[in-house]
């Protein structure tokens, strides 16, 4: 069932299988070398994500406290973490197909419901794709897999490390520098 979004061109459920299937192919292809790989999946993430709102809602009440340069600094450190995190997990995933199911509207939201189907008896994967209108444009702005919002779970674990290091946003991005090589 296409669902039409009043700014866009494209239809959410045909943005996510579109989307969706250029990162399975690009990123499940063991041909391509990793470094191609993880520039793909980044110039997916400028396509596809808003990511200056993804960063925004897991920093959460951090992103009022942060200078300008920790909110900048941040950002590009959270992208690298979300790169090299997510082209590892699609390493594992050879000969995966992307399946859009269904949608459904939540708040101010559409919920694209989709399954990477595996091959053999492996279980299908759960995605659920939020996607919004920013700049006229379809934007996904969370990404929730087997009922996991990466944007809940990087918010939960980077509140936790800021709260470690006093409250104070670098120990986070001192944290994401490691964790990244940068």
């Keep these: 069932m296409a669902f039409p979004v009043h700014a866009a061109d494209e239809t959410a459920d045909a943005f996510v299988r579109r989307i969706g299937g250029e990162a399975v192919k690009a990123m499940?292809?063991?041909?391509?070398?990793?470094?191609?790989?993880?520039?793909?999946?980044r110039?997916?993430?400028h396509e596809a994500f808003d990511m200056e709102a993804v960063g925004r809602l897991v920093l959460s009440r951090y992103w009022r406290v942060?200078?300008?340069?920790?909110?900048?600094?941040?950002?590009?450190?959270?992208e690298d973490h979300l790169v090299q995190i997510y082209t590892s997990r699609f390493e594992g995933y050879p000969g995966v197909d992307l399946k859009v199911a269904g949608l459904r509207k939540d708040q101010d939201?559409?919920?694209?419901?989709?399954?990477?189907?595996?091959?053999?008896?492996?279980?299908?994967?759960?995605?659920?794709?939020r996607i919004e209108v920013?700049?006229?444009?379809?934007?996904?702005?969370?990404?929730?897999?087997?009922?996991?919002?990466m944007v809940i779970t990087q918010r939960s674990e980077f509140a936790s490390v800021i709260q470690n290091s006093g409250g104070q946003v670098e120990g986070l991005i001192e944290a994401l520098r490691k964790r990244t090589g940068k």
Aim: charged content about 25%; proline content about 6%.
């Design 43 to 45: 110039e997916l993430l």
């Design 109 to 129: 939201s559409l919920i694209v419901q989709s399954s990477i189907m595996r091959p053999g008896n492996a279980p299908p994967v759960a995605l659920e794709w």
């Design 134 to 149: 920013s700049n006229a444009r379809l934007v996904v702005t969370d990404l929730v897999v087997e009922g996991i919002s």
């Design 66 to 78: 942060a200078t300008p340069r920790e909110r900048s600094e941040f950002m590009g450190l959270f």
């Design 28 to 41: 499940t292809d063991a041909a391509i070398a990793r470094d191609n790989r993880e520039n793909r999946f």
